[in-house]
């Protein structure tokens, strides 16, 4: 009887810790990353008697979770994974429709800038026309700086965000320390301490909703996760931080440092999965670089609206004003240099603009070396090497300060559109980041008040001597290069009263003879050159359009002459002095709407390179507009990863109520049974008793 009421005890006991498992899993069907446990039961040591081994009941060996290792690694992936791609989603959509968008994007002002300008090259002399120009001149510019300003904002908020996460990384982290510590004190015994493991994968799930981890299972049961390269976050009870710190090139970029005991790492570049990866890569692969192209696009319409207007003449005579403002101001030049914080020394640098269609929308990373100079472009690794920048006539290039100027160009010579000088000599291993396009949009502004100062007029016009006796007709001369603003007075003593070409005609073919001072000129600027050297003539045909270039004093114009000319016919040049209703320079203006002058390429000649205005802002809104497409997808994609990862796990580690309802009478049962079974012991001990009485 005794055995009979034993193994009757074993059962209750089993029973009832078993309802006890159950209640504990049907109470924690919320609770978030609560593992399912089972009761694991196993025979009592038999014990032998005559007839052979006899059983002695149950007994409880251990309570484990339904856990699958693999099952939850896959889950923080997913989640990592997810999360980075949530992360950068959100922000890309903003940036997508702020580009785009009729009413913020760049395209619809610059179709209106465009289209005012051709109103009043039309009529220009029309001063309501010129205007317009002027205050759609002001829209464009404005559209800029709140392109800019909306960018830029966005930059704020993920600086602000990675903060936040940051903390958030280091609470969930120091949680994991803490459970680390009571999990190995509990381990201790040989059993397993579930609801505290339960607690420490769902605070590494947490975490990689932040960050993406490795995690690293130890002896004592303990985990430890490393962030990035292999930077240790936890390692066993020991938690190092992350912490968001000044960018030490760009004090307008926050960056991560991992601080570990008294030293410090910058990790920022390493960091991925979570939200603090998706928030570094979206600002790495799509912030900056769209900051850049829309500051490049800036800089160049600035530069080639401001040059073509130097290139004519307003309405009183005088040469062309600026329409934007000069973004070569030692202010603006300053702010495009950024010294590391981590220099020694207080020199300072000045970015000037020296060709904008040359420029790329990339920053540059330059560092002192014993030697000199080396240099990088940020966007694609590529060396760039260093060198004096040199005036036309070989001397080497100073700044207003006296500061030798520096040049950069790339493994193919090309120039890279700007040259930088410093203040003073820099230590070896100090570094500067340079951002010769990221304030292009933040600093553009409209300047020009004063309609009639439009230069619309070009310099220089030729006709027709009306005693010729020949039909051929000259074209008004086309400014092809010069410097700008033009020299009025240099222009003025080239073509005095009385310059003309005289028209020399033999047979089917004729020659023109040029005033004193000017050249005939080949297609890339060089002068016409016979076999010896000396200035030469081109032979032109009688009765057809005959195209050629003279050039003077750094002015080169090219004049077409058609028809049939007559021996000494003439065609004089003389200074455009009032050419009120003259369009030419206007229709420049327009042409550079189409005009591809966006990211040109120096080296290459003879076929057009780089983009146009309207061009270059439809590459940046495609190539977001892609990059949106493809996080939508990755979004999607990601998200049926995670929960394909999650109901994985939940098959076999989340509560079940209609199973765990079942095990609550089943257990039951057993309960009754075992209770049976001792009942039927003590009937048979009364049975036993009441036979001896």
């Known amino acids: 009887m005794a055995d009979l009421l034993n193994i009757g005890l074993s059962g209750l006991a089993a029973s009832k810790t078993q309802l006890t498992i159950t209640g504990h899993n049907i109470t924690n069907v919320n609770t978030p990353g609560y593992t399912r446990q089972d009761a694991m039961q ?56 702020m580009l785009a968008g009729s009413t913020t994007g760049i395209t619809p002002s610059l179709q209106k800038f465009f289209s005012a300008m051709q109103t009043a090259a039309e009529d220009p002399a029309n001063i309501p026309a010129r205007q317009l120009v002027l205050a759609e001149a002001e829209g464009l510019a404005r559209r800029f700086n709140t392109l800019y300003d909306r960018l830029y904002a966005q930059n704020d908020t993920i600086n602000k965000q990675m903060g936040t996460v940051t903390d958030q990384i280091n609470r969930l982290a120091g949680s994991v320390g803490s459970l680390n510590e009571a999990i190995a004190v509990a381990a201790a015994n040989g059993k397993q301490p579930n609801d505290l493991l339960d607690q420490r994968d769902e605070a590494i799930r947490q975490l990689s909703e932040y960050i993406g981890v490795t995690v690293v299972p130890q002896d004592d049961s303990s985990f430890n996760l490393f962030i990035g390269t292999g930077q240790p976050l936890v390692v066993g009870s020991t938690v190092n931080r992350l912490e968001v710190v000044t960018g030490r090139g760009d004090p307008n970029r926050m960056e991560v ?102 420029l790329t929308a990339s920053d540059y990373r330059l560092e002192v070396t014993s030697t000199g100079y080396s240099a990088r472009r940020l966007s694609d690794g590529a060396a760039i090497t260093v060198s004096p920048l040199l005036n036309a006539d070989g001397t080497p290039a100073l700044d207003a300060d006296g500061n ?101 005609v033999t047979g089917n073919s004729y020659t023109l003879s040029l005033p004193a001072g000017w050249n005939f000129a080949n297609a890339d600027g060089s002068p016409l050159l016979d076999s010896n050297g000396d200035p030469a003539a081109p032979t032109l045909t009688v009765g057809t359009s005959n195209t050629f270039r003279i050039q003077r004093d750094g002015y080169t114009f090219e004049l077409t002459l058609s028809g049939r000319p007559a021996n000494g016919d003439t065609y004089s040049l003389s200074f455009n002095t009032n050419g009120v209703s003259d369009n030419r320079n206007a229709l420049k203006l327009v042409d550079l709407q189409s005009k591809q002058t966006v990211g040109v390429d120096p080296n290459v000649t003879g076929i057009a390179t780089g983009s146009s205005f309207i061009d270059a802002y439809g590459d940046l809104v495609e190539r977001v507009g892609t990059l949106t497409a493809q996080a939508r997808l990755d979004s999607e994609a990601t998200g049926a990863i995670l929960k394909q990862a999650t109901d994985n796990r939940d098959s076999l580690s989340a509560v079940n109520l209609d199973e765990e309802a079942a095990n609550l009478i089943k257990f039951e049962q057993y309960y009754n049974a075992s209770a049976q079974v001792i009942q039927v012991a003590r009937s048979l001990f009364d049975t036993l008793l009441n036979t001896f009485r």
């Open 42 to 97: 196993a025979t009592r040591l038999a014990q032998f008697s005559g007839a052979g081994y006899i059983g002695a009941g149950t007994t409880l060996v251990d309570v484990r979770r339904s856990y699958s290792e693999f099952l939850t690694q896959q889950l923080r992936s997913s989640t990592a994974l997810a999360s980075d791609v949530a992360a950068y989603k959100t922000q890309i959509d903003q940036l997508d429709a």
């Open 257 to 358: 440092d991992f601080v570990s005991g008294n030293s410090r790492q910058a990790v920022t570049t390493q960091l991925t999965g979570g939200e603090l990866g998706g928030l570094i890569r979206y600002r790495e692969e799509v912030l900056d670089s769209s900051l850049n192209a829309l500051g490049r696009m800036a800089l160049v319409i600035n530069e080639e609206v401001n040059q073509q207007l130097g290139q004519g003449l307003d309405l009183k005579g005088n040469v062309g004003t600026a329409l934007f403002n000069d973004m070569n101001t030692a202010q603006l030049m300053g702010l495009r240099v950024q010294p590391f914080s981590t220099n020694t020394s207080n020199v300072s640098g000045a970015l000037r603009i020296t060709e904008a269609s040359y």
């Open 404 to 504: 030798q100027m520096l040049r950069f160009t790339d493994a193919a010579g090309r120039d890279q559109g700007f040259a930088l000088s410093l203040s003073g000599t820099a230590a070896v291993g100090e570094r500067f980041l340079l951002q010769p396009t990221r304030r292009g949009a933040a600093d553009i502004r409209s300047v020009l008040d004063q309609p009639d100062q439009l230069a619309f007029a070009a310099p220089v016009r030729a006709e027709a001597n009306l005693q010729n006796l020949g039909n051929a007709a000259i074209t008004q001369p086309n400014l092809i290069a010069g410097p700008s603003p033009i020299d009025v007075n240099a222009l003025q003593a080239a073509v005095p009263t009385g310059t003309s070409l005289t028209a020399t």
